[in-house]
C-alpha cells in the first residue's frame, strides 16, 4: 500500500514560485496515476494537475496552466508541482493522490491513495 508524504508548502508572496513534492514510502509509483489536489478554506477539494502512469502526459485546471508543471522523477519515487506565478487565489492545503485504475482521471473519488496535505499561503 502506497503512502505519500508531501513537502515544499509555506508561506510566499503573490508573484513568487515554490515547489511541492511528494514522495511515497511502501512502494514505488509504478503503475499508479499520480495528482495534485487542492482545498481551499470553505471550498471543496478541486483537481490542480495530474500525470499519466502510461503516456507521461499532464493535465491540468485551467486555472492554473502556464503557471503550475508537475513532474517525476522515478529513481526518487517522487513527483513534483512546480508553482510560479503565484496568486493569493493558490492558498489552499495541496494534496499528493495516486491510483492504480489504469485510466487518466480528475475525479477526486477516483484515488485511492492520499498524503496529509501541505498548506501554500500567497499573500496579497
Given amino acids: 500500500q502506497a503512502q505519500l508524504v508531501e513537502s515544499g508548502g509555506g508561506l510566499v508572496q503573490t508573484g513568487g514560485s515554490q515547489r511541492l513534492s511528494c514522495a511515497a514510502s511502501g512502494r514505488t509509483f509504478s503503475g499508479y496515476n499520480l495528482a495534485w489536489f487542492r482545498q481551499a478554506p470553505g471550498k471543496e477539494r478541486e483537481f490542480v494537475a495530474a500525470i499519466s502512469w502510461s503516456s507521461g502526459n499532464t493535465y491540468y ?17 517522487t ?42 499561503t500567497v499573500s496579497s
Avoid: I
Wanted: proline fraction near 2%; include cysteine.
Fill in 61 to 77: 485546471t485551467d486555472s492554473v496552466k502556464g503557471r503550475f508543471t508537475m513532474s517525476r522523477d522515478d529513481v526518487k519515487n
Fill in 79 to 120: 513527483v513534483y508541482l512546480q508553482m510560479n506565478s503565484l496568486k493569493p487565489e493558490d492558498t489552499a492545503v495541496y494534496y499528493c493522490a495516486a491510483h492504480a485504475r489504469g485510466y487518466d482521471t480528475t475525479d477526486a473519488g477516483r484515488y485511492d491513495y492520499w498524503g496529509q496535505g501541505t498548506q501554500v
